[in-house]
């Protein structure tokens, strides 16, 4: 969990970033050196600085709503902002046009990351986490193998309700929040998942493994 603590430390640095007075510098600089990267195109690492200025940037430039995500197996972070709603998903896109798809907040499809999530059915896993609600559902992931053929991943998952927490990120104000937890299972393969659920059911922080390469993303609503 430790960069999952990391895009924490990022998330109020950027609540307080502009301040005159800037007491969490020091933490903000440890959890870039503890992994929590956003690499440049050239390959080399943006400073703190730069992260909170092109995040400040964002959402100065947009009135459309805007998150920070960190890949865990990529050690990068990006700046996505939401590009398209069909229905009920979501597209969110990084300025090169890679893009994650939401479903009440919870990912559904990726493009432009590698081993990308083509896409999923996720049961009855939407209403657990919004509602808050401890239970069980089956969730299906499916990925394009090296020959081009959809590989189904089948997923037994539990849900359990933790503690309240408060967020503060970006534009998000001390949003009061209660901790969900998804432990999924699929013969050896085992994944946790963690969201922090606001009043109305948003997903303003989370936790969410995208796939063998990928790793987990997290994910941190601004606005």
């Excluded at 990267?37 to 390959?43: A, F, I, R, S, W």
């Excluded at 503690?163 to 901790?179: D, I, P, S």
Aim: glycine share 10%; with cysteine.
């Amino acid at each position: 969990m430790n960069m999952f603590r990391a895009v924490l430390a990022i998330a109020i640095t950027l609540s307080l970033a502009g301040c005159g007075n800037r007491p969490d510098q020091g933490v903000f600089l440890k959890s870039v050196r503890s992994g929590a990267l956003k690499k440049t195109t050239q390959g080399s690492t943006a400073s703190p600085e730069q992260v909170v200025a092109e995040v400040q940037a964002s959402l100065a430039g947009t009135s459309a709503p805007v998150a920070l995500v960190v890949l865990e197996g990529r050690s990068a972070t990006a700046i996505l902002t939401r590009i398209e709603q069909n229905g009920v998903y979501e597209t969110w896109a990084t300025p090169d046009r890679r893009t994650i798809t939401l479903r009440g907040d919870v990912v559904t499809a990726t493009r432009g990351l590698g081993n990308d999530l083509m896409s999923a059915n996720l049961g009855d896993s939407i209403a657990l986490i919004s509602g808050r609600k401890e239970g069980s559902t089956t969730r299906v992931m499916r990925f394009l193998d090296g020959q081009n053929h959809t590989v189904e991943l089948v997923l037994n998952c539990r849900y359990t309700r933790g503690g309240g927490k408060r967020v503060t990120a970006g534009e998000l104000k001390n949003v009061a929040t209660t901790e969900m937890t998804e432990t999924c299972s699929s013969g050896e393969q085992s994944i946790t998942n963690t969201y922090l659920v606001d009043g109305r059911g948003r997903l303003v922080q989370s936790r969410q493994w995208l796939s063998a390469t990928s790793g987990h993303v997290l994910i941190q609503m601004l606005r």
